[in-house]
């Protein structure tokens, strides 16, 4: 069960990471703190950061579960955004983040789509969902266009540093059998 390398939709080209597009990741978007606002993860501060996450992305395909995709224009090959896709059992969840000089296009719901469609259609896995801060409504947004239902609020589910020390409520999206 481990899904394609490569996907490509009408604009996009998703493909495996690898630690040579550390340059376009520091210098697109991980050091943007407005990129990372509700992430998990704090603004990369050097290049060896994006370096060592990319290369756990990496050996994290070769173990398996866990796959992310660097997201690239289908006329360039350099990364401007990604999106990870986790199984678990019956469950598989999805993240993602892009450059902003590239929001507001619909390039994220086009990249997270076929990799949600790719899980959906596993019989194993009954599940797909996601979630996001419930500030963040452009990634709500983004859930809503791929087909994802909004089944509530995880109050206190997650810590996202960049907003402050104490945890945050969530919206859970899912698509489900
Ligand atoms: C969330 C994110 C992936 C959206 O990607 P995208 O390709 O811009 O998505 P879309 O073009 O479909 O826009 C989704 C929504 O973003 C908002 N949006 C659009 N342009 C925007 C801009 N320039 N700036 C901020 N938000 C914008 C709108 O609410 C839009 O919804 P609408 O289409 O109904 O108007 C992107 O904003 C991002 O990477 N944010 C930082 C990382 C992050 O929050 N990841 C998700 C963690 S759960």
Same mark, same amino acid.
């Given at each position: 069960?481990?899904?394609?390398?490569?996907?490509?939709?009408?604009?996009?080209?998703?493909?495996?990471?690898?630690?040579?597009?550390?340059?376009?990741?520091?210098?697109?978007?991980?050091?943007?703190?407005?990129?990372?606002?509700?992430?998990?993860?704090?603004?990369?501060?050097?290049?060896?950061?994006?370096?060592?996450?990319?290369?756990?992305?990496?050996?994290?395909?070769?173990?398996?579960?866990?796959?992310?995709?660097?997201?690239? !224009? *289908?006329?360039?090959?350099? @990364?401007?955004?990604?999106?990870?896709? /986790?199984?678990?059992?019956?469950? %598989?969840? +999805?993240?993602?983040?892009?450059?902003?000089?590239?929001?507001?296009?619909?390039?994220?719901?086009?990249?997270?789509?076929?990799?949600?469609?790719w899980?959906f259609a596993q019989?194993?896995?009954?599940?797909?969902?996601?979630?996001?801060?419930?500030?963040?409504?452009?990634?709500?947004?983004?859930?809503?266009?791929?087909?994802?239902?909004?089944?509530?609020?995880? !109050? *206190?589910?997650?810590?996202? @540093?960049?907003?402050?020390?104490?945890? /945050?409520?969530?919206?859970?999206? %899912?698509? +489900?059998?």
């Amino acid at each position: 069960m481990k899904p394609p390398e490569i996907i490509e939709t009408e604009r996009l080209r998703l493909r495996i990471p690898t630690v040579h597009d550390a340059e376009a990741v520091f210098a697109g978007y991980a050091q943007d703190p407005e990129v990372t606002r509700f992430l998990t993860w704090s603004p990369h501060k050097h290049i060896g950061t994006t370096r060592a996450f990319l290369q756990s992305c990496v050996e994290a395909w070769e173990r398996g579960g866990d796959y992310g995709w660097v997201i690239t !224009r *289908r006329e360039h090959d350099e @990364a401007i955004g990604m999106v990870g896709l /986790r199984v678990g059992g019956f469950k %598989a969840d +999805v993240g993602y983040v892009l450059a902003r000089p590239f929001w507001g296009r619909g390039y994220m719901p086009e990249a997270v789509q076929p990799v949600v469609d790719w899980a959906f259609a596993q019989p194993p896995i009954y599940r797909v969902w996601a979630i996001c801060d419930v500030e963040n409504h452009a990634s709500a947004r983004v859930l809503e266009k791929v087909g994802m239902v909004r089944e509530g609020v995880l !109050r *206190r589910w997650v810590m996202h @540093a960049n907003l402050g020390s104490e945890p /945050r409520d969530c919206l859970c999206y %899912a698509k +489900v059998k």
